[in-house]
T-cell receptor, first 112, second 112 residues
Framework: EAQVTQNPRYLITVTGKKLTVTCSQN?????MSWYRQDPGLGLRQIYY???????DKGDVPEGYKVSRKEKRNFPLILESPSPNQTSLYFC???????????FGNGTRLTVT | SQQGEEDPQALSIQEGENATMNCSYK?????LQWYRQNSGRGLVHLIL?????REKHSGRLRVTLDTSKKSSSLLITASRAADTASYFC????????????FGSGTRLLVRP
């Protein structure tokens, strides 16, 4: 089954403790992206990657890192999480330009 | 910055009625897409309309696009309780067609 898989589904952590949210897709998509969703603000893009070893900042990249060493994986790294990064995070991927995005089921992160 | 803005923010209708949601945007676009999100889950693509198209249908969904007014509408006919969800428009800009900008969504409640 074609899918985008994120882990974990829920994560509670403390300020400053490094964490990684994994994302994997099995559709051989070149493009992958991370979004955060906050009430009243819709989805905002954090980082995206157009191919292996190619990553770029989205609208809200501060406090986040990503890597794209393999086509299928695009982990999101929070080196020193802060409470304002408490949010619902989504990974998404797509094939050719302008084709629809496929989303993972989300990771709800709480930073205390 | 937000590109697509949905209207209304929330909509409550009776099962069997039609639901209309609107989306306005600011800059020229390559295409406009509508997505659906069930509570806290990943977004699911519904329909894509290109900038040179004016209307598109998919099952009970009808999407219109008016590029002169920079607006789109999503009509769901004969609504069902299972249509209860949040609906988002997303625009792919002409100057950066890899990037989708999401609005803040319309929450639709269909009462049985």
């Amino acid at each position: 089954e074609a899918q985008v898989t994120q882990n974990p589904r829920y994560l509670i952590t403390v300020t400053g403790k490094k964490l990684t949210v994994t994302c994997s897709q099995n559709m051989n998509h070149e493009y992958m992206s991370w979004y955060r969703q906050d009430p009243g603000l819709g989805l905002r893009q954090i980082y995206y990657s157009m191919n292996v070893e190619v990553t770029d900042k989205g609208d809200v990249p501060e406090g986040y890192k990503v890597s794209r060493k393999e086509k299928r994986n695009f982990p999101l790294i929070l080196e020193s999480p802060s409470p304002n990064q408490t949010s619902l995070y989504f990974c998404a991927s797509r094939g050719q330009n302008n084709s629809p995005l496929h989303f993972g089921n989300g990771t709800r992160l709480t930073v205390t | 910055s937000q590109q697509g803005e949905e209207d209304p923010q929330a909509l409550s209708i009776q099962e069997g009625e039609n639901a209309t949601m609107n989306c306005s945007y600011k800059t020229s676009i390559n295409n406009l897409q509508w997505y659906r999100q069930n509570s806290g889950r990943g977004l699911v693509h519904l329909i894509l309309i290109r900038s040179n198209e004016r209307e598109k249908h998919s099952g009970r969904l009808r999407v219109t696009l008016d590029t002169s007014k920079k607006s789109s509408s999503l009509l769901i006919t004969a609504s069902r309780a299972a249509d209860t969800a949040s609906y988002f428009c997303a625009t792919a800009r002409m100057d950066s067609s890899y990037k989708l900008i999401f609005g803040s969504g319309t929450r639709l409640l269909v009462r049985p």
